[in-house]
């Protein structure tokens, strides 16, 4: 686990608490989502390494950019993350309460690495993901050129290589034994 990983859990799973409370996991998926789009821009940081700027004024200059995107919680968020330095944490902060949701609703994420765009084969393919995680997937998909051939699949901590590249890695370990 990552230090941005560990120091957003508390805070993830703190917004994911009110919201769920509070009935509003929509309203604070979107707050997250503006909150990790204004950070990352290139305003925001040069606002962020301006040593002139107290903590206090980037959370009140963040929120103004926001502007009416952002509700009284999602400004209080703003100020909090920001007193305690954690702002930089939103786009780990947003990616965990989205794992939280998807856990509550069922859905399992399932990252697939291919050396190509989609085939004819992809049908087979999460049809057997859907059997083996369940019918809710949410797939994430990336072109990874280095693969040579085949596919990666990663779900949580899980990896499996079925790369035309991960074979060839295995066969070159063999054969040096």
Same mark, same amino acid.
């Given at each position: 686990?990552?230090?941005?990983q560990?120091?957003?859990?508390?805070?993830?799973?703190?917004?994911?608490?009110? *919201?769920?409370?509070?009935?509003?996991?929509?309203?604070?998926?979107?707050?997250?989502?503006?909150?990790?789009?204004?950070?990352?821009?290139?305003?925001?940081?040069?606002?962020?390494?301006?040593?002139?700027?107290?903590?206090?004024?980037?959370?009140?200059?963040?929120?103004?950019?926001?502007?009416?995107?952002?509700?009284?919680?999602?400004?209080?968020?703003?100020?909090?993350?920001?007193?305690?330095?954690?702002?930089?944490?939103?786009?780990?902060?947003?990616?965990?309460?989205?794992?939280?949701?998807?856990?509550?609703?069922?859905?399992?994420?399932?990252?697939?690495?291919? *050396?190509?765009?989609?085939?004819?084969?992809?049908?087979?393919?999460?049809?057997?993901?859907?059997?083996?995680f369940?019918?809710?997937?949410?797939?994430?998909?990336?072109?990874?050129?280095?693969?040579?051939?085949?596919?990666?699949?990663?779900?949580?901590?899980?990896?499996?290589?079925?790369?035309?590249?991960?074979?060839?890695?295995?066969?070159a370990?063999?054969?040096?034994?």
């Amino acid at each position: 686990m990552s230090m941005d990983q560990a120091l957003a859990h508390p805070w993830a799973a703190a917004v994911f608490a009110r *919201a769920n409370e509070t009935k509003r996991l929509d309203a604070w998926s979107q707050i997250l989502l503006v909150l990790e789009q204004s950070t990352a821009t290139e305003a925001w940081l040069r606002i962020q390494t301006d040593a002139r700027r107290d903590h206090a004024q980037q959370a009140q200059l963040l929120i103004e950019a926001c502007g009416d995107l952002l509700d009284e919680e999602g400004r209080n968020l703003v100020r909090m993350l920001a007193s305690f330095r954690r702002i930089g944490l939103v786009r780990e902060l947003r990616r965990q309460f989205q794992a939280l949701c998807d856990r509550q609703a069922g859905v399992v994420e399932v990252g697939i690495d291919s *050396a190509f765009a989609e085939t004819g084969e992809d049908k087979t393919l999460l049809a057997a993901l859907r059997k083996r995680f369940g019918p809710t997937l949410r797939v994430v998909r990336r072109i990874d050129p280095a693969l040579i051939g085949g596919v990666v699949i990663h779900q949580g901590d899980r990896v499996l290589d079925a790369s035309l590249r991960g074979s060839l890695e295995r066969v070159a370990r063999h054969l040096r034994v």
